[in-house]
């Protein structure tokens, strides 16, 4: 069993600016093409990983992981898609799985593409309950949950099928445990990381972590303003202290330690080449060449040569507010 581990307490325009149980009984779900079984990773957890394609009207906005939980009280759900369509395509799974309601969801941030499924889940499960960061929930109330419901069904075509903002119905926070049924969940939050929203939901007793977009899986995502790279590397060298058996990225196969290792020495050695060529006077538009050279490893990454610049500029400006403050 996995025991308690202490811890210490703009926008979303690039991605769309290019607009351009063992695997569940055999169950899956089969949309314009794509297939996207259940996946079994322990006797309570299920996770349907999404393909890691932009938003479009092939996926139809689906492209996150989705975490299923049995518990006594019901199934629990950790980012149930980004659209409204993959709610219906999530609930409809959980229907031929069980006949247990969905009775909570876990949001891991303000992004569309982990949190518009809420609407399609609450269509089939009006009583479950949405739970996600103070920040996420001000967020969508205010102008991102528009923004993303728009963009999202702008470039599926509208085969998203998104007619509302569902925001969170209850805000958690670090160290909050929410208990469902006869399933502890363990909140964290550890400030600005991928977003200054992020929460990781520990599945207390199966020693699994879900961890939302602060580790991804081989795959180099959205770092913006709300962002901090030194705030994500500090989060998961924390997590990594916990050494779960289990690790769930936000997209991504799961596995176990080496999963949010793995991202964070890609994150560190980004940011070191980055200071090195700042501190040698080169500007943020000059460094992409040598940088693309000195991560070389990471070229099969998806994401790697749509995102690299994006994020250096990130990096940079990072960098640029320490050295004022």
Known sequence: MNSYRPVNNFRISIIFSLLLLA?????????????????????????????LELPDKNNRGFRNNVVIVSTSKGIVLMDPGGSAWSGDMV????KSM??????????????GDHWLGNEGIKHH???????????????LEQSDGLFWLETINRVTDNKANGKEVIAPDRTVNNDDVIS???????????GKAHTDNDIMVEIVGED?????????NRFIGLMEDDSSFTGNIEAIEKIVAMNYKYYIPGHGNSGDVEIPLTY?????????????MFDEGMESYEMKPGIIDALADYRQ????????????????????KEEFE
């Open 98 to 111: 069980t006949d247990m309601p969905v009775v909570a969801v876990f949001n891991s941030h303000a992004h």
């Open 23 to 51: 695997t569940a009984s055999q169950l899956s779900v089969r949309a314009d093409g794509f297939d996207y079984p259940v996946t079994q990773i322990t006797d309570k957890i299920h996770v349907i990983f999404g393909p």
């Open 91 to 94: 609930a409809a799974k959980i």
């Open 180 to 190: 469902i049924g006869d399933t502890d969940f363990r909140i964290f939050h550890f």
């Open 208 to 216: 699994t972590l879900f961890t939302g977009d602060v580790v991804r």
């Open 301 to 320: 990454w998806r994401g790697f040569d749509t995102r690299l610049g994006g994020q250096i500029s990130q990096v940079y400006l990072e960098i640029e």
């Open 264 to 276: 964070n020495t890609y994150l560190k050695s980004l940011r070191k080449v980055v200071k090195q």
């Open 125 to 139: 499960f009006p009583d479950a309950v949405i739970y996600g960061h103070p920040n996420m929930k001000a967020r």
